[in-house]
């Protein structure tokens, strides 16, 4: 059976930003049924670098499948997107736009008052170019998704979208009311559980089986997240990091094994991973300057405001057009970076970041040293040691911050080093493998890696 695979390595405003134009319709009406020249599935390993899969033999990993679709396929290194974090990402993915024009330009909404209660960027309403599997469905191919970040009232043929409340049993109510109409109960019934987040990738991997063998789509997207989870805890390269990466890959030769021949995989990620020893509070710093009040740990009031996104964090005026608070910010900041070991490496101007496709309409955008993660905390001392090991969310220049791409099988050359390439390359690629063009992509189709 031969097989490919794509692999590469892990949204905006909601309070009080400019208002959004409208966004393409999640539940638009498919085309008339059509076959499809081949089964196209996109599989996310979250935060998976180029070097576990480049050097296995270094870092100890057995990883067969993945050995295998490297061996018999095209590879590259993928530039993430502004920040490298895990929305973003997964929809640039989709889109093949950057973040500032599809939308989704961080995990979660800006919300420095807590309003949306931690709630992230779950609803594809928010998403604002056409994705993948709207350009599907509108050519009349099927469609299916396992836990792919803002899904959520995305129309697909069988679903099960990513969101949580509470990270127990309680939530499989909430997934049971937002999965395809009786496919939750099909999963649960041939295997004792459903996808969650508090649950591995062990019962993703069940969804995704379950789907690819019983239901065929022609186009799939199945996200795997826990290398992503013990790489924060442990750092990139922990033993703990590749024990995971191995249970991955037994989920990844799962679907290999119940695909048909016509079937070709892509297993995407979003982003690398850095090591960190330390964390800094930007809105500590707001605080003792005056621009933000805190009361009992939470913001209740702000002239401007942090909005963390791991490795960087944009700061954010109340009043956009408030020059003296953004010189007294740009002044703050710009200060604290000239000092020795004050956590930040660079402060970019809001419009150069934006012109990179991250954060519209923020004043300025903070990138943490080496070894620092920004903390949302707005209490405590401005720099403190992490709880964590690893981090994201940098710059996509940084060599720590590539993501994997691995293409293997039916329409796909072997043995083709494609070198560095750009997210928005991912979408339209995968479009041209469905017979079908996503106009409104950014990218360009890597037709080196494209058998004729």
């Given amino acids: 059976m031969r097989v490919f695979f794509l692999v590469v390595s892990s949204i905006v405003c909601a309070c009080g930003g400019p208002a959004k134009p409208p966004a393409p319709s999640a539940t638009q009406v498919s085309a008339p049924r059509r076959s499809a020249p081949r089964r196209v599935v996109m599989i996310s390993i979250d935060g998976l670098r180029p070097e576990y899969w480049r050097k296995p033999d270094v870092y100890g ?24 974090v895990t929305y973003p990402a997964h929809t ?3 889109t093949g736009v950057r973040p500032a024009k599809h939308g989704i330009v961080n995990n979660l909404p800006f919300d420095p008052l807590g309003q949306n209660q931690d709630g992230w960027y779950w609803y594809a309403s928010d998403i604002r170019s056409p994705t993948l599997w709207q350009r599907a469905s509108a050519q009349g191919y099927t469609t299916a998704n396992v836990y ?14 990513q969101i949580w409340r509470t990270k127990t049993d309680e939530d499989d109510k909430l997934m049971q009311s937002l999965s395809t109409p009786g496919l939750f109960e099909e999963v649960k019934a041939k295997y004792g559980r459903t996808p969650a987040e508090h649950r591995g990738d062990d019962a993703r991997g069940d969804a995704a089986e379950h789907i690819l063998a019983t239901k065929k789509p022609d186009l799939s997207f199945f996200y795997f997240t ?8 442990t750092g990139p390269f922990a033993k703990q990091a590749v024990a995971t990466l191995e249970t991955i890959d037994a989920q990844l030769a799962r679907l290999v094994r119940v ?9 995407v990620s979003d982003h690398g991973f850095m ?15 005056g621009l933000l009040e ?11 405001a942090a909005w963390k996104a791991g490795g960087m964090c944009a ?24 000092k020795p070991d004050n956590g930040i490496a660079h402060v970019w101007d809001g419009a150069e970041v934006a012109a990179k496709g991250g954060f519209p309409g923020a004043a300025l955008v903070l990138e943490a040293a080496p070894g620092f993660v920004f903390s949302a905390s707005a209490d405590g001392p401005a720099i403190a040691p992490a709880s964590e090991h690893g981090a994201h969310g940098y710059s996509p220049d940084q060599s720590d911050m590539l993501a994997s791409l691995v293409l293997s099988g039916s329409g796909i050359k072997k043995g083709v080093e494609l070198g560095v390439v750009d997210m928005t390359d991912v979408a339209p690629t995968v479009a041209r493998l469905l017979a079908m063009e996503l106009e409104s992509a950014n990218g360009k189709v890597l037709d080196a890696a494209l058998s004729p």
């Avoid at 499948?65 to 590259?76: F, K, S």
């Avoid at 792919?148 to 979208?161: C, E, K, L, N, Q």
């Avoid at 090591?275 to 300057?289: F, H, N, Q, Y």
């Avoid at 700061?315 to 000239?338: C, G, H, M, W, Y």
């Fill in 61 to 84: 990993a057995k990883i067969p499948t993945l050995r295998r679709l490297v061996a018999e396929g095209a590879t590259g290194d993928v530039r993430s997107v502004w920040p490298t």
């Fill in 92 to 94: 640039t993915l989709v």
């Fill in 148 to 161: 792919w970040p803002v899904t959520v009232g995305a129309r697909f043929d069988w679903s099960f979208p």
């Fill in 226 to 233: 826990d290398l992503d989870t013990v790489q924060h805890a």
């Fill in 259 to 267: 695909a048909d021949a016509k079937t070709t995989f892509v297993v």
């Fill in 275 to 289: 090591s960190i020893s330390k964390i800094i509070r930007p809105s500590v710093l707001l605080r003792v300057a």
């Fill in 294 to 304: 805190v009361e009992n740990g939470r913001v209740t009031s702000y002239r401007a």
């Fill in 315 to 338: 700061i954010i005026l109340r009043d956009p057009n408030d020059s003296v608070t953004k010189q007294l910010v740009s002044t703050l900041f710009r200060e604290t970076a000239a």
